[in-house]
């Protein structure tokens, strides 16, 4: 593997060489110059070899992989896509394609969204008409190639957003499966804000000699985001959070918690406080999700309640607070769940709840993302009871924390 120089910053899209279509497009996108990242990326990936792109959130990594792509993209009349984008939830599946269709250079050159909970007949109506990129989840994609309703035969460009979660255990056998659906000499794309060493390694088995360019090797969070902690009792966290809300008046915050029915329980209790609540995990159905990201989009949500089913990728420019009520047990995720406010150069605010059991896990994410997160504490208000040692002058037990042990699959949990 080739690690790049990282290069610069550099002027307008028209130095990256796209094409006159494409410049338009970005025209009208309103993209006026691109991000670091998109100028370093997309060099790479137009003399066609593969290419690894770490960057921080909210920089603009899915314009870095789709130009490149669109700027060759040609409008042959044949069955199947060019190109194919996985991602590992439904929600990404449709803003990467809306990014894809607003960024298209020509009203021909047409992308579909394919993913689970969507019914069948619309995705298939949709393939049949003919279309040149799929950005799809890779369950409904492998669904798709077993019944024989979609060919990758033709794909020569191949990109895994979040790509680390897309290689972890629960979806690696779905991507090998899909991989070797796609001919050989086709172009393979990785990008996340995350792509710790064992990933990178593991990525090499389906890229050939891909060059790796990472813009944030130090600071894997971004300036631009305020991080601090509140120690709680796990009983006190409901109490604390009222009170943060109250403090912070957010624009638009994302609550998350680590399980489905702790982000029911959280949202049951919370819309009887607040207006504008909303719940966001795995198993409401499809249509609703859809209804609910709608919302927050627009902004009719203020407050959404959710598991890391809204962890990665997703890109609401009003979101101004990221509140842990549960920290993550992956670090990654972590970073990816703040990464939801802050985004290209705005301003965020990330709060997270920790128990005193918790701090050990509260250490691990501040090595990962090399920084310390400030204590923070609302006024007369006692989070958590301090621990008094025992008589026998022995140090209490510690309780065992809920998640002492890592989930494997972990989609299996959003
Ligand atoms: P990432 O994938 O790195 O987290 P996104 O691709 O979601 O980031 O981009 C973040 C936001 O920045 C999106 O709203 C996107 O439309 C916007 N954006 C991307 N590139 C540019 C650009 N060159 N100029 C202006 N806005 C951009
Ligand atoms: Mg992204």
Same mark, same amino acid.
Request: charged share 25%; net charge positive; hydrophobic share 35%.
């Given at each position: 593997m080739t690690t790049a120089m990282i290069v610069g910053p550099c002027g307008g899209f028209h130095e990256l060489s796209l094409s006159p279509p494409l410049l338009q497009a970005l025209d009208r996108a309103g993209y006026r110059e691109p991000t670091p990242i998109q100028a370093a990326f997309i060099p790479e990936a137009l003399t066609g070899r593969d290419v690894i792109g770490q960057a921080q959130t909210g920089t603009g990594k899915t314009a870095a992989f789709l130009l490149p792509f669109l700027n060759h993209w040609r409008d042959e009349?044949? %069955? =199947? %896509?060019q190109a194919i984008i996985l991602a590992p939830t439904r929600e990404l599946v449709v803003q990467v394609a809306e990014e894809a269709a607003k960024l298209? %250079?020509? /009203?021909?050159?047409r992308t579909v969204p394919i993913y689970g909970g969507q019914r069948f007949g619309t995705q298939l109506a949709l393939l049949k008409r003919g279309c040149h990129i799929v950005v799809g989840t890779p369950g409904r994609v492998l669904d798709h190639l077993s019944r024989g309703t979609l060919t990758l035969e033709r794909v020569r460009y191949v990109v895994l957003d979040e790509a680390d979660r897309m290689l972890d255990i629960g979806f690696r056998p779905d991507i090998e499966k899909i991989l070797r659906r796609c001919p050989p000499q086709r172009q393979t794309l990785l990008l996340s804000a995350t792509l710790p060493p064992p990933v990178l390694r593991l990525a090499q088995r389906y890229m050939v000699d891909p060059i790796n360019i990472n813009l944030s090797p130090e600071k894997i +969070?971004?300036?631009n985001i305020r991080q601090t902690y509140f120690t709680v009792d796990e009983d006190r966290k409901f109490e604390l959070l009222l009170k943060v809300c109250a403090r912070e008046q957010p624009r638009q915050c994302i609550i998350f918690c680590e399980r489905k029915r702790w982000v029911e329980d959280v949202y049951r209790m919370l819309r009887k406080h607040l207006p504008r609540v909303a719940a966001m995990h795995g198993d409401l159905p499809q249509s609703l999700r859809n209804r609910i990201m709608q919302g927050f989009r627009d902004g009719k949500i203020v407050y959404l309640v959710a598991?890391? &089913? &809204? =962890? /990665?990728g997703i890109d609401v420019r009003n979101i101004s607070h990221v509140i842990n009520y549960d920290i993550p047990l992956d670090p990654e995720n972590y970073v990816h769940r703040i990464g939801r +406010? =802050? /985004?290209?150069g705005a301003d965020g605010i990330a709060i997270a709840f920790v128990t005193p059991e918790q701090g050990e896990q509260l250490t691990e994410i501040e090595r990962f993302i090399n920084k310390m997160l400030d204590e923070d504490q609302i006024p007369g208000f006692q989070a958590y009871t301090p621990r008094v040692r025992t008589t026998n002058g022995e140090a209490p037990k510690p309780v065992v924390p809920i998640f002492g042990r890592r989930i494997k699959r972990y989609s299996n949990r959003l």
């Amino acid at each position: 593997m080739t690690t790049a120089m990282i290069v610069g910053p550099c002027g307008g899209f028209h130095e990256l060489s796209l094409s006159p279509p494409l410049l338009q497009a970005l025209d009208r996108a309103g993209y006026r110059e691109p991000t670091p990242i998109q100028a370093a990326f997309i060099p790479e990936a137009l003399t066609g070899r593969d290419v690894i792109g770490q960057a921080q959130t909210g920089t603009g990594k899915t314009a870095a992989f789709l130009l490149p792509f669109l700027n060759h993209w040609r409008d042959e009349n044949r %069955p =199947g %896509p060019q190109a194919i984008i996985l991602a590992p939830t439904r929600e990404l599946v449709v803003q990467v394609a809306e990014e894809a269709a607003k960024l298209s %250079p020509h /009203r021909h050159c047409r992308t579909v969204p394919i993913y689970g909970g969507q019914r069948f007949g619309t995705q298939l109506a949709l393939l049949k008409r003919g279309c040149h990129i799929v950005v799809g989840t890779p369950g409904r994609v492998l669904d798709h190639l077993s019944r024989g309703t979609l060919t990758l035969e033709r794909v020569r460009y191949v990109v895994l957003d979040e790509a680390d979660r897309m290689l972890d255990i629960g979806f690696r056998p779905d991507i090998e499966k899909i991989l070797r659906r796609c001919p050989p000499q086709r172009q393979t794309l990785l990008l996340s804000a995350t792509l710790p060493p064992p990933v990178l390694r593991l990525a090499q088995r389906y890229m050939v000699d891909p060059i790796n360019i990472n813009l944030s090797p130090e600071k894997i +969070t971004v300036e631009n985001i305020r991080q601090t902690y509140f120690t709680v009792d796990e009983d006190r966290k409901f109490e604390l959070l009222l009170k943060v809300c109250a403090r912070e008046q957010p624009r638009q915050c994302i609550i998350f918690c680590e399980r489905k029915r702790w982000v029911e329980d959280v949202y049951r209790m919370l819309r009887k406080h607040l207006p504008r609540v909303a719940a966001m995990h795995g198993d409401l159905p499809q249509s609703l999700r859809n209804r609910i990201m709608q919302g927050f989009r627009d902004g009719k949500i203020v407050y959404l309640v959710a598991t890391d &089913v &809204v =962890g /990665r990728g997703i890109d609401v420019r009003n979101i101004s607070h990221v509140i842990n009520y549960d920290i993550p047990l992956d670090p990654e995720n972590y970073v990816h769940r703040i990464g939801r +406010t =802050g /985004r290209l150069g705005a301003d965020g605010i990330a709060i997270a709840f920790v128990t005193p059991e918790q701090g050990e896990q509260l250490t691990e994410i501040e090595r990962f993302i090399n920084k310390m997160l400030d204590e923070d504490q609302i006024p007369g208000f006692q989070a958590y009871t301090p621990r008094v040692r025992t008589t026998n002058g022995e140090a209490p037990k510690p309780v065992v924390p809920i998640f002492g042990r890592r989930i494997k699959r972990y989609s299996n949990r959003l």
